[in-house]
C-alpha cells in the first residue's frame, strides 16, 4: 500500500491521517494499546465504535496517559519516555481525525488551548515519571558494575592503539575506531550512548585559542550538551585529539546517507551503547589488561562510574562542575547517580562548565590551568609551506564529505590541529612503536614526504 492509498482510506478511526506505511503501524500499535486492557478498565467499547462524548473529554486523556506508564514490555522492562510520548501523541491524533467532520467543541478555537496545555501536561508527566523509573533501574544495576579508572583506561586505549599496527581500515571492528569510541567516552565522562551517537554538527573550533567543542545529544531527554575537549596531559594513548585524528588517518567509517555522523555504522546498531562493553570485553581476554583487573563484566558504565569518582575526588571542582561533565553525581557510598541538580545543570547549556571537569580527566592537577591544543597556525610558514601543509592534510586525512570540512569551513582549521597532534606524539609514538613500523606513523611520514 503506498502513501497516497493509505491518506485516501478515510475510516472511522481517522485513517486519513495515515501518510505513510510506518505511520499507518504506528496508529495500529496505539489502538491495540486502547482496544486491549484501556478500554476494559475504562469500560469504553472499541475504539472504531466509542463516540465523541466517550473520547472528547480531559479525563479519558489523562487515564490513558496512566495506562501508558503502565505498561511493560514482554520482557518486563518499562518502555522509554519517547516511546511513550509517541504513543500519547498518536493517541490524540487518531481521537482528533476520527471526530475531524464532526467538529466537537472539544477541539474548537475556544477550547484549542485548553486542550493543547493539558496534552502538554500529561506529555510532561509521562517524560518525567519514564525518565525517573528509567534512572532508578540504572542506579540499582550500576551498583555491581566495576569501575574503570585512568589508568586502565590508558591501557585500553594503548592496546587498541597496539592492534592499529596492521590492521586496515572499513569496519567497525577497527581497533582505531574502537579506541577512539574509549577515548571519547572517557573525555565525556562515561556517555557511551552520546560518544556512539555523536555528529559533527555542533562541533567546533574556537579560532583563537584552539579547544575543540563537540555537542552531543542525551537520547532519554533529547537534550544537546556542549562539552570541551582538550589535550590529555599525561598520554598520547587516551589522548581525545590524538584518537581523533589517528581515526581520521587510518580510515572513518563512512555512510554517504549519514555523512555528519561521526560512527554511521556503529550507530546503526540495534543497541549501540553496548559497543563499549564489547570493547571491554574483547580486552579482558589480553594478559596485560587481566593483570590490571579487567573483567568481562566492564560497560560504559563502569567508565562513568571511574570519571564520576575522579571528578568528586578532585578539591578544586564544585559539585556543578562534576554534574556538568559526567551528568550524574557520586553518593558517599561510592555510587554514580542522578538528582533533579545534575538534571538542572545538564539542561544549561554552558560549554564553559565543562571544562575544568574535562581538566581533571584529562589528568591536570591545577583545573584552572590554560590548555591549549598543539596549533601549526603558531608557526610563521611561508606562503608555500602553508600549501605543502594542505597538500599533506589531504593525503593524511580521510576529509568528512561535508562542507565544514572544505576549504574556508568552520571545521578546516580542525584538520591542522590533528596533525599538529600527531605531530608532537610522533617521536614518543617511534620510540613505543619501533620506528615506523606501525601503520600510522608511516602513513604520517608518507604524507609529510608527498607534499615536497
Not at 486523556?61 to 522509554?80: I, V, W
Not at 506529555?123 to 525518565?131: D, E
Not at 581533571?360 to 590548555?371: F, H, I, P, R
Request: charged share 25%.
Amino acid at each position: 500500500m503506498n502513501s497516497k492509498s493509505i491518506a485516501k482510506d478515510r475510516g472511522k478511526d481517522g485513517g486519513n491521517i495515515y501518510k505513510s506505511q510506518k505511520t499507518n503501524e504506528g496508529f495500529e500499535t496505539v489502538r491495540k494499546i486502547f482496544d486491549s486492557d484501556f478500554r476494559t478498565a475504562a469500560d469504553l467499547p472499541p475504539f472504531a465504535d466509542c463516540t465523541v462524548d466517550q473520547l472528547c473529554n480531559f479525563t479519558v486523556f489523562e487515564n490513558f496517559a496512566k495506562h501508558l506508564k503502565t505498561m511493560k514490555q514482554k520482557n518486563g522492562d518499562s518502555y522509554a519516555p519517547k516511546t511513550l510520548t509517541q504513543y500519547f501523541s498518536g493517541f490524540k491524533n487518531m481521537v482528533q481525525n476520527k471526530f475531524k467532520s464532526e467538529k466537537p467543541s472539544f477541539f474548537n478555537v475556544e477550547n484549542r488551548d485548553d486542550f493543547h496545555e493539558h496534552c502538554t501536561m500529561l506529555t510532561n508527566y509521562l517524560k518525567r515519571s519514564a525518565t525517573l523509573e528509567a534512572w532508578a533501574v540504572g542506579e540499582n544495576a550500576a551498583k555491581s558494575i566495576p569501575a574503570c579508572g585512568r589508568t586502565l583506561m590508558n591501557l585500553c586505549c594503548k592496546l587498541l592503539l597496539q592492534d592499529c599496527a596492521k590492521t586496515g581500515a572499513g569496519s567497525i571492528s577497527m581497533p582505531h575506531t574502537k579506541r577512539w569510541l574509549m577515548a571519547g567516552c572517557w573525555s565525556g565522562a562515561g556517555r557511551a550512548g552520546e560518544v556512539v551517537n555523536s555528529s559533527y554538527k555542533g562541533m567546533h573550533l574556537d579560532p583563537d585559542n584552539g579547544p575543540l567543542d563537540t555537542k552531543w545529544k542525551e537520547n532519554k531527554l533529547s537534550l544537546e550538551k556542549p562539552m570541551t575537549h582538550v589535550p590529555d596531559g599525561h598520554s598520547y594513548y587516551m589522548c581525545f585529539l590524538h584518537s581523533f585524528a589517528s581515526y581520521l588517518a587510518l580510515g572513518p567509517e563512512e555512510d554517504p546517507k549519514a555523512p555528519y555522523l561521526i560512527f554511521p555504522q556503529t550507530a546503526t546498531l540495534k543497541q549501540p551503547y553496548k559497543v563499549i562493553q564489547s570493547i571491554f570485553n574483547a580486552l579482558s581476554k589480553r594478559p596485560e589488561a587481566t593483570e590490571m583487573g579487567l573483567t568481562d563484566d566492564f560497560t560504559g558504565k563502569s567508565i562513568r562510574k571511574g570519571a564520576s569518582r575522579m571528578l568528586s575526588l578532585c578539591t578544586q571542582l564544585t559539585l556543578a562542575h562534576c554534574c556538568a561533565r559526567s551528568g550524574h553525581e557520586f553518593d558517599s557510598e561510592g555510587q554514580s547517580g542522578i538528582t533533579f541538580f545534575t538534571y538542572a545543570i545538564n539542561a544549561i547549556e554552558d560549554v564553559a562548565m565543562t571544562v575544568p571537569g574535562g581538566l581533571c580527566l584529562a589528568g591536570y592537577n591545577n583545573v584552572s590551568e590554560k590548555v591549549f591544543p598543539p596549533r601549526l597556525d603558531h608557526i610563521a610558514f611561508t606562503t608555500e609551506e602553508h600549501e605543502m601543509m594542505e597538500l599533506a592534510i589531504a593525503k593524511l586525512f580521510h576529509i568528512p564529505p561535508i562542507p565544514e570540512f572544505k576549504k574556508g569551513g568552520i571545521l578546516r582549521p580542525l584538520l591542522k590541529t590533528l596533525l599538529a597532534s600527531l605531530l608532537q606524539h610522533l617521536p614518543q609514538m617511534e620510540k613505543d612503536f619501533n620506528g615506523s613500523e606501525h601503520q600510522l606513523t608511516r602513513k604520517i611520514w608518507n604524507a609529510m614526504r608527498g607534499c615536497k
